[in-house]
């Protein structure tokens, strides 16, 4: 990933930033200036008039309208939506117009601004350059035992016939194996949906229960479905680790940042 040090400071993935003619992505971070709790989540944490200014900041920042973007409402589910120019700015300004229940968004309509937000759970974003399609996912230990980031890529082979080894995936900054201890529940549902479950967790000194390792629990779903492990880059950055640059929900934050693409 590069980084960029800007008045809202934020990274790119290497891989998509080859197609940087074609598409806008960024991840961003808590900070903006002399603000670390820079939230683009309408969730109580700030007060939502600040959160639309963080946004309209935000659009501001890459020469976009607010009405490009589109946000949902995430619940920790495998849901896909198709977003077209009748959903452009919906969730911008009120959670009441946001996608509802929803955990993925996939287009290839341009000028709309698709996102995951985050606080620990991974962020995925997708781009066919053969079909000009692109998709963002939100994967905590619920989605991605449901394994969101396959219906993501059935969807582009069902929808748009895209070839999965063509797709360009970045898996963005989450909680990593550092810090994520979980309970028998996580377990036990993750070794009845992932294949080699046992290697998803690992016992380390600082915890009573194993943790788990999300990144990689997506990374070899993507590579089952046929996607080129050349294709797939890694942040391999823990948002508690670096709490100072992201929010965390195990570090106690209520703030989200948010992993975002676009169609020029």
Known sequence: MIFFDTPISYFKFENLSKFSDRIVHFITTRNHLNDNNFSIGLNDFIPNNKVIDNRKALANQFNLELNNFVFANQIHSDKIALITDIHKGLGTINRETAIADTDAMITHYPNIC????????????FYDPVKNVIAAAHAGWK???????????????EKYNS????????????IGTCC????EEVIEQAKSSLKNADG???????FKNPVFDLVKANYNILIELGLNPKNI???????KCNNEMFFSARAGDRGRFGAFILLR
Do not use: H, W
């Open 114 to 125: 698709i996102m995951s937000q985050s606080a620990d759970c991974v962020p995925i974003l």
């Open 143 to 157: 989605g991605t035992i449901a394994r969101i980031a396959e219906n993501v890529v059935k969807y582009f082979v």
């Open 163 to 174: 070839n999965p080894s063509d797709l360009v995936v970045g898996i963005g900054p989450c």
């Open 180 to 183: 994520y201890e979980v309970g």
């Open 200 to 206: 998803l967790f690992t016992v380390i000194p600082k």
């Open 233 to 239: 880059e890694t942040a391999n950055i823990c948002t």
